[in-house]
């Protein structure tokens, strides 16, 4: 049959990345909480989909990042690597580089205090704001984390409402109490 | 047409890039083939202006990639030189000449006279069929014909 066998697929796709000709390599990684779809640029990290539909988060990765987006499993190991190593409990805090350079610089500042705060701890959103230095912009940093490029390795899912409720989360609550509950924050 | 992710260009035209490059060079050699072209377009896909005649493009790059595997000495194969008589290759002289030709008529033109591909692949390219390729080539040739004239 003269179709393109997987293998000849995938060596394409390898290729491609091997020789750093990619704006964006995204791959699908199975998870306990469902299949997420995570893509990286040459910087970092760059997207970490829920419920992806892959041909308009193609699109969109294209628009922000650059036309040149191939579906490539290799420059997403690591990532692969270090999520399956925190859904098993085994990892409490990942080492990938992030590529956030795209966002607002308030965004930005929000992301990086939200990565501080330590496996197994939540945080509220205005306490959140505070360390952030906008003390009264709890709702903005909602706004943040419902936008959040790179839910689980920045976890937005450590950050409850005032009043103890888990309030929202952009994958859904039960996702966010799945993890919750794996770092050992709730019982 | 705005170009589209080059995930997208890759799925649609992956298929019949390589079905193309397997009825030109077998399956052995198609493989490598098929490779470097989607690697060459890749390289270049940045610097399309718009999404037109994508088809056309990438059997272009295709025919190019097996026009230089023909030419490329094999082990067990002595092949005839390609080349035209003053060294340049026959499908370089014709790309610079129909330059100034509407685009399904240049892409007509060059792939049939410049990479001998036959009708029912240049249909293909253009996302028509046999009859009208060869009415496009033939329309071409005929304004190349007229320029020359005058």
Redesign the interface.
């Known amino acids: 049959m003269n179709t393109v066998s997987p293998d000849l697929d995938r060596r394409f796709r390898d290729a491609a990345a091997q020789e750093g000709l990619l704006d964006v390599a995204y791959d699908l990684v199975d998870s306990p909480i469902g299949s997420l779809l995570v893509a990286t640029s040459p910087r970092g990290l760059c997207r970490i989909s829920y419920d992806a539909d892959p041909e308009r988060e193609v699109e969109q990765l294209a628009g922000a990042f650059g036309i040149r987006v191939l579906r490539s499993p290799k420059p997403i190991d690591a990532a692969r690597r270090e999520l399956d190593e925190y859904f098993e409990g085994k990892r409490h805090s990942f080492d990938l580089p992030v590529d956030v350079a795209l966002l607002a610089d308030f965004n930005r500042r929000v992301l990086r205090e939200l990565a501080r705060v330590p496996y197994g701890e939540v945080v509220t959103y205005g306490e959140l704001a505070a360390r952030a230095a906008r003390p009264r912009a709890a709702r903005a940093v909602g706004m943040v984390m419902n936008r959040n490029p790179l839910p689980i390795v920045l976890p937005c899912h450590r950050v409850i409402g005032a009043n103890g409720k888990l309030t929202g989360y952009a994958g859904g609550l039960e996702r966010k109490e799945t993890l919750l509950r794996l770092e050992g924050a709730i019982l | 047409m705005s ?6 260009f ?1 799925e649609q035209h ?2 019949e890039i ?2 193309f490059l ?2 030109r060079l077998g ?1 052995d050699r198609a ?1 490598d083939a ?2 470097e072209t ?2 060459r377009a ?2 270049a ?2 610097k399309l202006r718009h999404g037109e005649h994508l088809r056309a493009w990438a059997y272009t790059i295709a025919s190019r990639i097996a026009v230089d595997e023909h030419r490329r000495p094999r082990a067990d194969a002595d092949l005839p030189e390609l080349e035209s008589l003053d060294g340049r290759p026959a499908f370089a002289q014709l790309e610079h000449l129909a330059d100034q030709l509407p685009p399904t008529e240049r892409a007509a033109v060059v792939l049939r006279y410049g990479y001998d591909l036959d009708y029912s692949d240049i249909g293909a390219a253009l996302g028509s069929n046999a009859t009208a390729a060869r009415q496009a080539a033939s329309a071409g040739i005929r304004r190349l014909r007229q320029k020359e004239l005058r």
């Open positions: 170009l589209p992710p080059f995930e997208r890759y992956r298929e390589f079905a397997v009825r399956r493989e098929f490779q989607f690697l890749l390289r896909y940045p």
